[in-house]
């Protein structure tokens, strides 16, 4: 029987929080506004850039939203290429989780909200792209909450959803996972708090990273 365990990047996977954060600080200069605090950011972390610049700023126009969005990407890379990245370390655990789901025969796969080139980056960085069989970015999606890229990270893997569990760190997971018909797996060392989790749809919330293993036993 076919098991998918669909996985979250950012806040779930990686540590990323703080790149994200200097890249939508610098993306808010750009446009002469006053950045929005760090706490409000993280919460935005996992939507697709648009619908992220309009959750922090509801009351601008589309364009703006847009053009900021397309900053971002600019700032992000300015980040990378210029050496000021921070690293985006693992969170403590994860490697193993990944290592003993798939020897345990576990189909898994990534729906995040970044770009494929900024997936790849990571998942190459951390020696981890061939242990997923499913990649599914914003690039060829609309965002999270929409199930979109869950639906087809099923699809591509011939997997049910009664046999697929996303796991994620916010509530945009967990109501992608509601909506897709899922098993929605809360993580709590991410950017969403467990009460977030809860109200978005979390099942279950895995406090540690070895709580993975006995919720996915």
């Not at 919460?43 to 959750?55: P, T």
């Not at 945009?172 to 978005?200: I, N, P, Q």
């Amino acid at each position: 029987m076919t098991k998918l365990a669909v996985f979250d990047c950012d806040g779930t996977l990686v540590d990323s929080q703080a790149n994200i954060c200097q890249a939508m600080e610098a993306t808010f200069r750009i446009a002469d506004l006053p950045a929005p605090p760090r706490a409000a950011i993280r919460r935005i972390v996992g939507l697709s850039l648009v619908e992220a610049v309009r959750a922090l700023l509801p009351d601008a126009d589309d364009a703006l939203h847009r053009r900021m969005a397309a900053d971002y990407k600019e700032a992000f890379f300015e980040l990378r290429t210029s050496g000021a990245m921070t690293e985006e370390p693992l969170f403590e655990g994860i490697a193993a989780v990944i290592e003993t789901l798939a020897a345990r025969g576990w189909q898994l796969g990534v729906a995040t909200g970044k770009s494929d080139r900024g997936l790849a980056r990571v998942l190459d960085h951390h020696g981890l792209t061939d242990r997923f069989v499913t990649l599914q970015t914003a690039d060829r999606h609309p965002s999270k909450p929409d199930p979109a890229m869950l639906l087809a990270a099923m699809a591509e893997v011939d997997a049910t959803p009664e046999q697929t569990a996303m796991i994620g760190d916010t509530s945009f997971d967990m109501a992608m996972a509601k909506a897709a018909g899922a098993r929605a797996v809360g993580v709590a060392w991410g950017y969403h708090d467990v009460h977030d989790l809860v109200r978005g749809g979390a099942q279950v919330v895995a406090t540690r990273t070895a709580a993975l293993l006995e919720i996915l036993a």
